[in-house]
């Protein structure tokens, strides 16, 4: 059973653009929705993350908005540069009283166009 | 400061050779895991370590043993590869304060031929 579904699967955003990657989940005790990001051959890397107590995040370019009724989260990425060409993991973990292991999205390739 | 170290980077087996995926880190965290990554389907826990001496299965354990030998290292073996076990491996070490932040190592890329 898949508890953070993920989409789109790939993106391909032109240079200046929004990117926006959706997530859901399906367990109400989680308690921490964290984003990385994976550069080609490279280990993936902590992003942005966000707790269920604000609907949003910020942090440059990129914001999390958080939906807790939906049980939905999504990524924006805003004036989207070549860079920024990677692939997004959201992720979703319970922190109090557990180990906190993080139930992974299938990832989300994002091409930006230049 | 090298952060998760692993080795191999890169490893051809045969269908029934073993071998072991070495991983280690200088952060002093606790908590380690080892994930295998395939086209589409994402990082899937094979074990976790939440502290030295213990380990515990994740969601894709089967074909796979780990030893936690001290509190920097985390090995994984595969005793009979298969060719279903071809993958990136990553290792990971979790830093609870302040971020819950799960630090990556490189990858080993294994082909099971």
């Known amino acids: 059973q898949q508890q953070v579904k993920q989409s789109p699967q790939s993106l391909i955003v032109q240079k200046g653009g929004i990117s926006i990657i959706n997530c859901a989940y399906e367990?109400?005790?989680?308690?921490?929705f964290p984003w990385y990001q994976q550069f080609p051959g490279k280990g993936p890397a902590l992003l942005i993350a966000?707790?269920?107590?604000?609907s949003e995040k910020k942090e440059g370019r990129f914001t999390i908005s958080f939906n807790k009724s939906a049980k939905q989260f999504s990524l924006h990425i805003m004036d989207s540069q070549p860079g920024d060409s990677a692939t997004y993991f959201c992720a979703a973990s319970r922190r109090r009283g557990s180990q906190g292991n993080l139930i992974f999205g299938k990832g989300t390739k994002l091409s930006v166009k230049p | 400061n090298a952060g998760v170290t692993q080795t191999p980077k890169f490893q051809v087996l045969k269908t029934g050779q073993s071998m072991t995926l070495q991983c280690a880190q200088d952060m002093n965290h606790n908590s380690m895991y080892w994930y295998r990554q395939d086209p589409g389907m994402g990082l899937r826990l094979i074990y976790y370590?939440?502290?030295?001496?213990?380990?515990d299965k994740g969601e894709v354990p089967n074909g796979y043993n780990v030893s936690r030998l001290n509190k920097r290292e985390f090995s994984l073996r595969l005793e009979s590869a298969a060719p279903s076990q071809t993958s990136v491996y990553f290792c990971?070490?979790?830093?609870?304060?302040?971020?819950?932040?799960?630090?990556f190592g490189p990858g080993t890329r294994l082909t099971v031929l």
């Open positions: 370590s939440a502290s030295e001496g213990t380990t």
């Open positions: 990971a070490s979790l830093d609870r304060a302040p971020k819950d932040e799960q630090f």
């Open positions: 966000i707790r269920p107590d604000v």
């Open positions: 367990n109400t005790a989680f308690d921490y």
